[in-house]
Each structure stands twice: as structure tokens, then as C-alpha cells.
């Protein structure tokens, strides 16, 4: 039989798909071993092998690749990184083929359904002939108001271990520029830096104004008010002509705001951040 439509009622789902598996997918905490073992063994059997009788649990992925050298030491670092399952990080995928199942009831794809019940259960794991390595889950996730991987005062991720992940907007960077960010992170380093979304990352971090004040800015248009700011051009390195506003917001510090190169005047940027009518921004009376 095939399925060329789905019914009003199977879109109506697509909604309640969505947030299930999302919640799984950022589940934080310890792995539920004694289910994680059920799940494993069943993945196993669907697939027509033995079940394996060898299990451990690791804290982070950097204590899995530990543990599995432990056991075997001729295992390479990366091999092990690579081969690893991603249990709940798997469920951007796995609901999919889940709405697909019980849905539409396409019967073949039961093969998953150890997967399935390893997403409600632990975080990456390690699968071997006889041996299973489980991880726990991160013990927090941040992220921005995008839904993007991101924290400014600390990692975006981290695991019971203290293994943990920096990063800046979706970007991942390293951790020294969030921990000790005042001696390692100049704004020549930032310019220079060879990755251009870690060179961003690296300039929002100490501030466009900053960096601004490194690459002698030509004034393009000056505004009577501080408030409205002072637009100007600047030459980034590898990127070219860009152009900022600098500003003086309410509480008297200064910020330096990236626009389109197609803004003329200070007005007109400082309108196009509050994407309001310019005229209408300078009749305002209060601004924050």
C-alpha cells in the first residue's frame, strides 16, 4: 500500500511528535540503567543478535572512551568517539519513524524499537559484542532565545563529570574565552582568529565596541543625540567593510550594534534595531 496523503487528523499530530521527542532529546541526569539494559538488549535482539551480558556507565563521553581503553586498550580514542549511538540525542529522528509506525502503521520499522525505548533512557552509548557502555545524560543543557547551544557566563553544556561544552550562539568555542575570558581573549586574538563563526563569536564576546575601537572607524553619520548614536564603517580583517552603530544606552554605556551597509544615517539604524519608522523613534520621548 501507498501512502500518498495524510489525513487532517495525522497533521494534527505533527505538533504533539514534535514537543515529546523534543523533551526526551534534552532530558538531562543519570541513566535509568535497569530500563537502558531492557532497551539495549532489545535493539540487540531486533536485529538478530545475542544479548550482551557486559554493562557499564560512563558519566560523559570523555569517561566512555576512558573506561572502553580500560577494557580494551587497543581501542582508538576517535574510533570510539565516532562509533558512538547517541540514545536521546537520536530523537530528531527516531520520532519520525515513531509517527510513521503508530501513525501509519508501517509495521517493518518494529527494528527500531530498542532505539526507541534507549532514547527514553540514557544518553550516548557504546555497543560491542558482548559489552555495552552507557552514558549519562548532561546534567544541563542552555541555550538563547533561538534555541541555540549558549551561555555567557559559563558552558552551555556540562556532565556530572565536569566534561562540558562552550558555546556562543549555536557556536562552539573554547573555554577560556567564557572562564578567563580578560586574559585570553584580546580583540587582536578575535581578528586574527582562523574559524570566521568563532571569529564572530569571539567579537560579540568582548564586544563590537570594543573591537571597534582596533580598527580606526571612519564616521559615516553622527547624531545630535547619544541616544541615537554614531554610525560608522570599519575594515575586518578576511571580511571587509563592515558598518556599526555606536550608541549610549540608558544606563550610560556605550555599545556598538552591527547594521545593513545600506543604512545611511545614525537614525535610521538605531529605527532599524527597533524595527520602527525613524521619524516615529524621534518623536519618542523614553527609550530603554
Not at 545475542?50 to 577494557?71: M, Q
Request: charged fraction near 25%.
Amino acid at each position: 500500500m501507498v501512502i500518498e496523503n495524510l489525513t487532517p487528523e495525522q497533521k494534527a499530530l505533527f505538533p504533539v511528535y514534535v514537543e515529546k521527542w523534543k523533551k526526551i532529546g534534552l532530558t538531562t541526569g543519570p541513566v535509568d540503567f535497569e530500563n537502558a539494559k531492557k532497551s539495549v538488549c532489545l535493539a540487540y535482539e531486533k536485529v538478530g543478535l545475542p544479548h550482551p551480558t557486559k554493562f557499564f556507565v560512563a558519566k560523559s563521553p570523555i569517561d566512555a572512551i576512558r573506561l572502553i581503553k580500560e577494557i580494551d586498550p587497543s581501542m582508538d580514542a576517535r574510533a570510539i568517539f565516532n562509533n558512538m549511538i547517541y540514545g536521546n540525542s537520536d530523537s530528531y529522528w527516531l520520532s519520525y519513524y515513531q509517527f510513521i509506525r503508530n501513525e501509519l502503521k508501517v509495521e517493518c520499522i518494529h527494528k527500531l524499537d530498542g532505539l526507541v525505548e534507549l532514547a527514553n533512557h540514557c544518553g550516548w552509548l557504546s555497543v560491542y559484542d558482548d559489552c555495552v557502555v552507557f552514558q549519562d545524560r548532561p546534567e544541563f543543557i542552555k541555550f538563547d532565545d533561538q534555541d541555540r547551544l549558549h551561555s555567557e557566563n559559563g558552558p552551555s553544556i556540562r556532565y556530572c563529570d565536569g566534561f562540558s561544552v562552550y558555546s556562543w550562539h549555536g557556536v562552539r568555542i573554547p573555554k577560556e574565552w567564557i572562564e578567563n575570558k580578560n586574559s585570553a581573549l584580546t580583540p587582536q586574538i578575535a581578528l586574527k582568529w582562523e574559524n570566521m563563526e568563532q571569529r564572530r563569536a569571539a567579537c560579540e564576546i568582548l564586544g563590537w565596541d570594543r573591537i571597534i575601537r582596533e580598527l580606526n572607524a571612519t564616521v559615516v553619520d553622527s547624531d545630535y543625540d547619544p541616544h541615537i548614536g554614531t554610525l560608522v564603517d570599519v575594515e575586518i580583517p578576511d571580511v571587509g567593510k563592515e558598518r556599526f552603530l555606536k550608541v549610549l544606552c540608558g544606563t550610560g554605556r556605550e555599545f556598538a550594534i552591527p547594521v545593513p551597509l545600506d543604512i545611511n544615517t545614525a537614525l535610521e539604524a538605531n529605527a532599524w534595531t527597533f524595527d520602527i519608522d525613524p521619524n516615529l523613534l524621534r518623536e519618542l520621548e523614553v527609550r530603554t
